[in-house]
T-cell receptor
Framework: EPEVTQTPSHQVTQMGQEVILRCVPISNHLYFYWYRQILGQKVEFLVSFYNNEISEKSEIFDDQFSVERPDGSNFTLKIRSTKLEDSAMYFC????????????FGQGTRLTVV | AQKVTQAQTEISVVEKEDVTLDCVYETRDTTYYLFWYKQPPSGELVFLIRRNSFDEQNEISGRYSWNFQKSTSSFNFTITASQVVDSAVYFCALSEANSGNTPLVFGKGTRLSVIA
């Protein structure tokens, strides 16, 4: 069964460092998303990506964040200068793109900023 | 503005009991989609169901059933004969219909503990 895969599963980084979280969406899906879940809290939308550009982003997704689809398969989230409060689980998701079909989520990357 | 409220923060039941997880939503749109996701202790988000606002029929899938009532803006989830493997955090989510795919707005989740 096709699935969204994320790497790494856990990343520890020092405050101020740049991190890149990687995702391989399901191959025939057209919409890609990043969501964030701070420990014990709800899942929050960061950004959606369609047709090689950002289609929507939340207030959380400020200049510190960027997304890219560098090739035909990967979808990355870059956090430029990490802060302690960026520590969270980051989920990538993808959907077919037809009438709000369900988003399938990856297993998440736990980012710990120390 | 969209909002999803899951008033039950934590529920604990004994195995084989039935349990209902509540979800109340707010939206200005007449067309929207409702979802339930399960987050087991391993952390991933597992899709359970998607329902559009025009389909108020209740749905049953094995031990899972969903009760969608537009009159009360609720989309409740019932697990019949709960099992230990049902222990997880369950999230209700909403997306408003659009020309593309609008992002999901999640509730805060309900942590279900099923005790053997």
């Amino acid at each position: 069964e096709p699935e969204v895969t994320q790497t790494p599963s856990h990343q520890v980084t020092q405050m101020g460092q740049e991190v890149i979280l990687r995702c391989v969406p399901i191959s025939n899906h057209l919409y890609f998303y990043w969501y964030r879940q701070i420990l014990g809290q709800k899942v929050e939308f960061l950004v959606s990506f369609y047709n090689n550009e950002i289609s929507e982003k939340s207030e959380i997704f400020d200049d510190q964040f960027s997304v890219e689809r560098p090739d035909g398969s990967n979808f990355t989230l870059k956090i430029r200068s990490t802060k302690l409060e960026d520590s969270a689980m980051y989920f990538c998701a993808s959907s077919e793109g037809i009438l709000n079909t369900e988003a399938f989520f990856g297993q998440g990357t736990r980012l710990t900023v120390v | 503005a969209q909002k999803v409220t899951q008033a039950q923060t934590e529920i604990s039941v004994v195995e084989k009991e039935d349990v209902t997880l509540d979800c109340v939503y707010e939206t200005r749109d007449t067309t929207y989609y409702l979802f339930w996701y399960k987050q087991p202790p391993s952390g991933e988000l597992v899709f359970l169901i998607r329902r559009n606002s025009f389909d108020e029929q209740n749905e049953i899938s094995g031990r899972y059933s969903w009760n969608f009532q537009k009159s009360t803006s609720s989309f409740n989830f019932t697990i019949t004969a709960s099992q230990v493997v049902d222990s997880a955090v369950y999230f209700c989510a909403l997306s408003e219909a659009n020309s593309g795919n609008t992002p999901l707005v999640f509730g805060k989740g309900t942590r279900l503990s099923v005790i053997a």
